[in-house]
């Protein structure tokens, strides 16, 4: 049985993916990690920081101003 990868370098292949665009088969050879795995990883930490960020960062308005 292999070792689960850290949520660390989870972060990083999804960062590294979200910033240059690079190819899945570019970030396999990078990180030494499966494409298919990748393919799993990136929207579950994509999620993941979407759901610990949304409540700071992504707030709608709660009514619209001189409304607009």
Known sequence: MTEPIPPGECLD????????GES???LQ????ISSSTISVMIPEVCEAIYNV???DFLKCPSQLRNGL
């Open 53 to 55: 960020l949304q409540e």
């Open 13 to 20: 292949v999804t960062l590294q993916f979200l910033a240059t």
């Open 29 to 32: 050879y990078q990180f030494l």
């Open 24 to 26: 899945l088969a570019s």
